[in-house]
């Protein structure tokens, strides 16, 4: 314990400059979480960049041996890849839409997966029932 004014000043200056210490410490750890944050959000974009890369190259691959399935084994006409579309505010996006109006009239949506999840296909159907006019549209163009 402090006895004198002058031990009590001194354990105060002490305690003001442990508390500077402290605030410099505190704003130190702030910065490198922000920075940190920063170089998580910066990862997540290039993962995804990456997984939109793989996604292209898995349907650049397919594309070919698909083209030739679809003409020869389903009498498809027109085979169009990466078909985007958007109407109303909705949006869609098919790996491949093939179809004919000819003596067959028949779509067929393609979408390639790297590995095939129960949830993808699901997915896909909601979305083809929810947009169905879109593409009924866009097919009698």
Do not use: C
């Not at 027109?78 to 949006?91: A, D, F, L, N, T």
């Not at 996006?93 to 393609?110: Q, W």
Request: net charge negative; hydrophobic share 40%.
């Amino acid at each position: 314990m402090a006895t004198t004014a002058d031990e009590v000043w001194q354990l105060l200056g002490e305690l003001l400059q442990a508390q500077k210490e402290t605030n410099l410490k505190f704003q130190e750890t702030d910065r490198l979480q922000k920075e940190n944050a920063r170089q998580i959000r910066e990862l997540g974009k290039q993962i995804g960049g990456l997984g939109a890369k793989f996604g292209s190259f898995t349907e650049g691959l397919a594309l070919p041996s698909m083209e030739t399935i679809l003409r020869q084994q389903f009498a498809m006409e027109i085979i169009s890849p990466s078909v985007r579309v958007s109407k109303g505010g909705e949006h869609l996006e098919i790996d491949v839409l093939a179809y004919t109006n000819g003596e067959v009239n028949r779509a067929i949506v393609v979408e390639v997966k790297s590995h095939a999840r129960e949830e993808s296909i699901t997915g896909m159907i909601q979305d083809i029932g929810i947009d169905k006019e879109i593409f009924f549209e866009l097919l009698r163009k």
